[in-house]
């Protein structure tokens, strides 16, 4: 009966811990994330401009809360704005400085994207 007990107890850890990190977003590491080059080295004037744009999606991210939108047009709006986050790097840093960019946190990217639809945006 003990171990029965124990057993449980790990298992609800286990599920409230992913669940309870979905439940909240703040912008620092939501910034953090988005500004992760991985090895590709930009410039000071394309890393003020890789960073200006990611603190500008992000501010636009949390002002989505506010607007008290359903899932669907929620999850509509931040893809529009992670689009839009792409045609102003691409056209700041240049087709081939993003495309090599892209390549490398493409993955991350989406990552983070999933996150950000289902998670809560905490200042």
Known sequence: MKELIIKVFLIVILLISPL?????????????????????????????????????????????????????????AVDKLFDKREKSLTSSLGINKYSDLKITTDEKIKQTIQKVKSSKMEP
Request: zero cysteines.
């Open 20 to 76: 309870s990190f979905a439940q909240g977003l703040n912008k620092i590491s939501l910034l953090n994330e988005l500004n992760k080059t991985y090895g590709i080295v930009l410039n000071e004037e394309e890393k003020s401009y890789f960073e200006s744009t990611n603190n500008e999606l992000v501010t636009n991210l949390f002002s989505l809360d506010e607007k008290k939108l359903s899932k669907e047009e929620r999850d509509k």
